[in-house]
């Protein structure tokens, strides 16, 4: 009985020994497959904040970026359009919205947008149609230059994103108010 008890911890240790081994083979095969499961590096990048760099922007020019897949007009106004955008009556408007709801405070220069049509998702073409913003070429739709609809069969305004100016020429769009928005 004396040889029973050295037999016994070397079994339980080849037992130990070989079930460790097996679990950290197991895991060795299965990590690649759920580590293909995570989301590529592309992916969630497109949901985090977005910087935009204004200062190249010029006196009436629209930039097109891209935020989570979405398309978002950056127009830089113009004087003349500034003054004519807030002089519009709310009730020429399909959907009333004053110029002040649609630019930030302090920065009334700058309009951020979407850049979607409201009717079916067209992307309308900049500086046409009969009020100096976007015209869809789809069904006609006619924005004004802060994304007013003021035309066609377009229910509301172009949406504003959520965006944040960090300094006078630069937004972080995907931000209100320093914080992300998820």
């Keep these: 009985m004396a040889d029973e008890g050295p037999q016994g911890t070397k079994r339980d240790f080849l037992f130990l020994a070989t079930g460790a081994g097996l679990a950290v083979g197991a895991g060795a095969v299965a990590w690649p497959f759920v580590a293909s499961m995570a989301p590529d590096a592309a992916t969630v990048a497109a949901g985090a904040p977005l910087d935009v760099d204004l200062s190249p922007i010029q006196d009436g020019q629209i930039v097109n970026v891209f935020w989570r897949g979405k398309l978002i007009f950056v127009r830089k106004l113009t004087e003349k359009e500034v003054t004519d ?38 992307v309308p073409i900049g500086h046409s149609g009969n009020y100096e913003g976007w015209s869809c070429p789809c069904h006609g739709s006619q924005f004004d230059a802060v994304g007013r609809v003021r035309r066609g069969p377009a229910p509301t305004n172009l949406p504003i994103p959520p965006y944040a100016f960090e300094t006078d020429t630069k937004i972080k769009i995907g931000e209100e108010g320093g914080k992300a928005v998820a």
């Design 85 to 122: 955008m807030k002089a519009v009556s709310l009730s020429d408007m399909i959907d009333p919205a004053t110029f002040d709801s649609r630019v930030k405070k302090g920065h009334d220069q700058w309009l951020v947008s979407y850049g979607n049509c409201t009717h079916l998702g067209c």
